[in-house]
């Protein structure tokens, strides 16, 4: 009966089309959206109209049932369906978006859809159901930023859903709607996602909030257990919706570090990223898909082979790939018209050094966590401490990843690493280490489980961690002391756009060079890290620069910039006797030459 859903979205977005209100609601293109002509934002109401019929067409003939959950979701959905198709119109505002987006959590939480059966306390279960409930709204709301992206995701979440209402934990009532979701996406896709033609239409908000919305709401109704570990419970939901929450997640952390609202609309997507990266949008988008489709089928599997630790490790490792794919694409420029040949294959394998690093850490956590409880109980315990146990390693290994990425450790060129770097390694440790511990005092009874366990593991990780780090500096100063090449030749660039950090990465490759910092005069990147190496200020404070950080040359990668920013560059290097030379990339169009610098 829910395929009612796919010809109600469907001709409901064809008659949209044909009325005036198709010239009255449009999007026009701007500097920070993908699109380049207006386009009708009507989608919204044909998924809406499809979802409503779908479902209540299934209620009508008794094939579901309309328990008072479900209707408080829908209710909940056209709550955002009403601010989002305003927020179309008038542009509301985040404040007032972020109002109805509480107001639909707190409806549906108030008619008992929460995760009390992970936490225990009623209103800390609330904040956490509300907490998810709106994150996942705004982050498919973030999402819809490419022609047929948040659709074909949302369909693919929903359709993995309604899998799990109808085999693993039997609700028609979940099923119904999960399909109608599905198919209205379906019925939305041929206008939005046209092969060889531009979206003739666009969900809107009315549309990307209720998809988030509704997503949500299902996986907090779908309880997916495997072996009774709530580590299972609490991660597994997480996979169906993982490519979104990594999209919201690395676009905040970016905006952030940039100093720019997250809220306001952007170019540094997923899905952009994987476009400057060499991807064609519709390609682009079919990646992502796969991505969700691989982890929801994990999930499933891992439902049916009902094996705690293989579900531990499975989800654990999809996790650490998930950090590598974050880390290769934040570190791709933002600027539209960057194309590169790379494949798809090589999207993943860009930074093989990262997904190394991801695994070894991996391995070295879940080593710390099991050596600390090993040591601390001399390897016994019982039968409820190893429950504990099990639940633990997964939540301090999903938060270390967490904590790692914004303390850098996924940043830096460890071969030059330093103090600053060895205190993110410490700080980065305590953190999550902490921050695992009041997750699992919130969500367990740990009851007879030793506390000193998380503190020894604390200490151990500190040190596997640094190890893995900080070897290779030690191996290279080492090297380098053996064979008498201590001494390196000591380099400041003026410039830290792209010019500068690829005259790093090949100054990085020449025996004997150290770059001590960057010079660049945007305030954004102030006391950043820019490949591990730090920017350490302005071309004004170019004198204090070159007495602190005693450089034995100068090179610069701003030739065209104004001259009186150059002269004091210029000026300070002949000051202080040291040579300063400008450095010019050019291009070859002879294609056995393909790049070339100069130095003046």
């Not at 934002?41 to 979802?51: K, N, Q, S």
């Not at 979701?73 to 505002?93: K, N, P, W």
């Not at 996942?136 to 490419?146: E, P, S």
């Amino acid at each position: 009966m829910a395929i009612a859903a796919f010809p109600a979205a469907a001709a409901a977005i064809w008659l949209l089309l044909h009325t005036p209100l198709a010239a009255r609601l449009g999007a026009a293109p701007r500097e920070d959206r993908w699109h380049e002509r207006t386009t009708p934002v009507l989608g919204g109401m044909g998924i809406f109209a499809g979802i409503l019929t779908g479902f209540w067409v299934a209620v009508a003939v008794g094939a579901a049932p309309a328990s008072r959950e479900l209707v408080a979701i829908l209710g909940g959905c056209s709550i955002l369906f009403v601010a989002g198709l305003l927020d179309d119109l008038f542009s509301l505002g985040p404040i007032p978006k972020l109002a109805a987006q509480i107001a639909a959590a707190c409806l549906v939480i108030f008619n008992g859809l929460t995760i009390s059966g992970l936490i225990s306390n009623d209103f800390l279960a609330g904040v956490v159901a509300l907490v998810w409930l709106v994150g996942m709204t705004n982050a498919f709301n973030l999402l819809d930023n490419m022609d047929g992206l948040a659709a074909t995701l949302a369909g693919i979440a929903a359709v993995f859903f309604a899998i799990d209402a109808l085999e693993v934990h039997k609700n028609h009532g979940v099923l119904a709607l999960s399909l109608a979701l599905a198919l209205a996406c379906a019925g939305f896709l041929p206008f939005n996602l046209r092969y060889g033609k531009s979206a003739a239409v666009f969900m809107g908000d009315s549309g990307s909030q209720v998809l988030g919305f509704l997503l949500a709401a299902l996986g907090l109704t779908a309880s997916w257990k495997v072996a009774g570990t709530t580590v299972a419970t609490l991660l597994l939901p997480i996979l169906v919706l993982a490519v979104p929450i990594l999209d919201t997640t690395l676009v905040t952390v970016v905006r952030l570090l940039d100093g720019r609202p997250v809220y306001q609309g952007g170019r540094d997507h997923t899905s952009h990223r994987l476009v400057y990266h060499g991807l064609s949008e519709k390609r682009a988008v079919v990646l992502l898909a796969v991505i969700a489709a691989a982890l929801g089928t994990t999930s499933l599997f891992y439902s049916v082979l009902d094996n705690a630790w293989v579900t531990l490790i499975g989800v654990l490792l999809s996790f650490a790939l998930l950090v590598q794919f974050a880390s290769v694409l934040s570190d791709v420029e933002r600027a539209p018209g960057l194309v590169s040949d790379r494949g798809w294959l090589h999207t993943f394998v860009a930074n093989p050094r990262r997904l190394v690093e991801s695994l070894v850490d991996f391995a070295l956590i879940t080593a710390s966590f099991a050596l600390a409880y090993y040591l601390r109980l001399q390897g016994g315990g019982s039968d409820y401490q190893r429950h504990i146990f099990a639940v633990s390693i997964g939540v301090v290994v999903a938060v270390r990843y967490l904590a790692f990425i914004p303390f850098g450790l996924y940043r830096g060129v460890w071969r030059y690493a330093g103090a600053r770097d060895a205190a993110s390694i410490v700080a980065a440790v305590m953190v999550s280490e902490a921050a695992a511990y009041l997750i699992l005092d919130a969500t367990q009874n740990l009851g007879p489980f030793p506390r000193s366990v998380f503190v020894i593991d604390a200490l151990i990780c500190t040190v596997l961690v640094g190890a893995s780090r900080f070897w290779e500096r030690a191996f290279v100063r080492g090297v380098s002391s053996l064979t008498g090449r201590g001494k390196r030749h000591r380099t400041l660039i003026v410039g830290a756009g792209r010019g500068g950090r690829s005259l790093l990465r090949e100054l990085r490759e020449t025996p004997g060079e150290q770059v001590v910092g960057f010079v660049d005069d945007d305030p954004r990147l102030s006391r950043r890290r820019l490949q591990g190496v730090p920017v350490v200020g302005d071309t004004s404070k170019i004198e204090q620069i070159l007495s602190r950080t005693h450089p034995d040359t100068v090179l610069v990668t701003i030739p065209d910039a104004p001259r009186e920013r150059l002269g004091l560059v210029v000026d300070a290097c002949a000051l202080a006797q040291l040579p300063c030379r400008f450095v010019r990339r050019h291009t070859d169009l002879d294609p056995d030459v393909a790049l070339g610098a100069t130095f003046d």
